[in-house]
């Protein structure tokens, strides 16, 4: 039986439960609640199924096959339009709380939760009565109340305080009334929860990091431990920490703590060292070439950084939604050069220091060696199908099919980070990856912000070396990779930002990220940069001429933005909840 059930969660995140499935949906057929869970495999498939939904957030393809969040930051541009569409709703400032009535995807940022966690709750209602013996249920059990956890923090991070419904499990008949919880009370509950699932699961599903097949992808002592961490940060951060969009003292302890407290930020500290001292995980590495442990970790499903992830069969998910034209790519999202400015230079030290040696009519030799495994830029090298070989892609104004075009919106980049360079997507073969929605790197820099703003910079710079020294950034002769010696909180502070930004780059961080530092009218307004690059000379010889211009799209980000409106219909059907502020 055991084994029975260890193949059923092979199933984890890879496909729904087509039982499971058919016996939530309002349909006349021979799958009951009795039939489920009178069964292992059935029950076990019914946890299999909330797992599938972990990535929803990730998911490249969830806004109507056009992409997430990322779409709508700094970061990257749309390469499609429609009034309805998520990303336009996000970037264009039109956001009501009637948005997500016209937007499935939108009402989805409430509703998919909110779906998982009634199966989670009906999941514990009736693990009691399975056949799955007592051991397992303690374990399933621990892996139910993660993975509630798990979306109740998308919840908080876009909406702040929610209503709290605890094991409850609403039928179709009935008709819940509850208000939203304080701020306070989610982030307690959801800590609550996370301790106590940590003290029932695996330390790690196969010894020090990474998985094993038949457990990858399930909830861990140490998933539910970066997860805390993940929390916590968020709590600490500016928007959550005394920075309510609002005056009304009631609406302010929903969507915040109502003042500041500096013992957030060590608490969030504490919250990442314990990950960080469990000696469970590490920053995989592969010195063949520069930085190349941060390009193979996105290709090896297996390995010790990643802490939750979401399994996927082989495929060539980013491939597809990333790579240009020429690579038979859909190009959805395009990396601005806002981000592109934001990597360092191989010294480490920001293109902006005249000492750097940057060099803008040479722009991207030199450079941190994350930029070229993130972004595909004007003559890099990617595999192309009708030579079998790595090609160069040509970006430059009016270059056949993958350069500039008004119709086209391209910023001059495209995106390849997790891609398979010797991998186009109309190419045989497929990669065997699953998605990073955890991994060790973010515990790193989770710690770095949390005790920087504690008011101890020199204890975040070991994190960050550590993370440089994978990166491939050279040492220097005073082995700082870069960095500056003796920051201050607010030096560091952004140093720390902008290496999130380009270690977690298109991993579904930035928007909340931008939010959450309520940085987003600052750097979220206005139109994106693109770069503008002319060819000249004549073969074999050709020259580029690089010119930084905006890009296509106006960017409209109004302090409510900060947070999410609550739809209209869920405030009408539950009106004891407030809606949140500017809407």
């Given amino acids: 039986m055991k084994k029975l059930l260890l193949f059923a969660a092979l199933a984890v995140a890879a496909t729904s439960c087509s039982d499971a ?84 995807e939108i009402a989805a940022l409430w509703n998919n939760p909110y779906t998982n966690i009634r199966k989670v709750n009906l999941f514990l209602q009736k693990l009691p009565t399975t056949p799955l013996s007592a051991g397992t249920q303690r374990r399933v059990a621990a892996e139910a109340r993660f993975l509630r956890a798990w979306y109740y923090h998308h919840l908080l991070i876009n909406y702040g305080g929610i209503p709290l419904i605890g094991d409850e499990v609403f039928d179709i008949t009935d008709f819940p009334n509850y208000p939203r919880n304080s701020y306070a009370e989610c982030v307690d509950y959801l800590v609550s929860e996370l301790d106590a699932v940590a003290e029932i699961l695996p330390t790690a599903a196969a010894g020090p990091g990474g998985y094993t097949e038949q457990n990858y992808g399930r909830a861990t002592k140490g998933a539910a431990q970066a997860l805390k961490s993940r929390v916590l940060l968020y709590a600490a951060s500016p928007l959550f920490n005394g920075g309510a969009e609002t005056t009304d003292p009631e609406l302010q302890a929903i969507v915040s703590y109502p ?26 590495r592969d010195n063949t070439r520069p930085g190349n442990g941060f390009y193979q970790v996105f290709l090896r499903r297996v390995n010790p950084e990643y802490i939750f992830a979401l399994y996927r069969t082989p495929n060539k998910d980013f491939e597809g939604y990333y790579l240009p034209p020429t690579r038979s790519g859909a190009t959805y999202s395009m990396p601005t050069h806002n981000i592109a400015e934001a990597f360092p230079m191989k010294n480490g030290k920001p293109i902006t220091d005249p000492t750097s040696g940057y060099d803008p009519r040479n722009p991207y030799a030199n450079r941190d060696p994350r930029f070229g495994y993130t972004i595909i830029y004007n003559t890099s090298r990617y595999f192309l199908q009708s030579t079998g070989r790595l090609e160069e892609v040509l970006t430059y104004d009016g270059a056949p099919n993958d350069g500039f075009t008004p119709a086209g919106q391209r910023t001059g980049y495209f995106c390849r980070k997790m891609c398979d360079e010797n991998l186009a997507n109309n190419s045989p073969g497929q990669t065997e990856r699953g998605w990073p929605l955890m991994r060790y790197a973010e515990i790193l820099l989770n710690y770095a912000e949390a005790i920087n703003e504690a008011g101890q910079p020199q204890l975040a710079y070991p994190k960050l070396i550590e993370l440089r020294e994978r990166a491939g950034i050279e040492p220097g002769a005073n082995n700082m990779y870069g960095l500056p010696v003796g920051m201050s909180v607010d030096q560091m502070r952004e140093v720390i930002r902008n290496e999130r930004r380009i270690e977690l780059a298109f991993e579904d961080h930035r928007w909340n990220d931008i939010r ?39 960017h409209v980000f109004k302090p409510a933005q900060y947070l999410m409106p609550i739809t209209d219909n869920e405030i009408r059907k539950m009106p004891l909840m407030r809606q949140n502020p500017g809407y």
Avoid: C
Wanted: charged share 15%; aromatic share 12%.
């Fill in 21 to 104: 499935d058919d016996f939530l949906e309002p349909k006349t057929n021979a799958i009951t609640e009795a039939t489920v869970f009178s069964d292992s495999i059935r029950t076990i498939g019914f946890l299999s199924n909330i797992y599938s939904g972990v990535g929803y957030s990730f998911d490249k393809g969830r806004w109507s096959s056009h992409g997430n969040s990322e779409l709508a930051t700094d970061d990257a541009e749309y390469s499609l339009s429609g009034a309805f569409q998520a990303a336009v709703l996000l970037y264009n400032g039109s956001l009501s709380a009637l948005t997500g009535q016209t937007s499935p």
């Fill in 516 to 554: 959450r530092w309520k940085i987003a009218v600052a750097v979220n307004n206005g139109y994106n940069k693109r770069m503008q690059i002319t060819r000249g000379g004549a073969a074999p010889n050709f020259t580029y001429t690089y010119n930084v211009t905006n890009s296509v799209r106006l």
């Fill in 259 to 284: 003042t500041y407290s500096g013992a957030h930020w060590q608490r969030a500290a504490d919250a990442a060292l314990a990950v960080i001292n469990s000696n469970q995980y590490s920053l995989y």
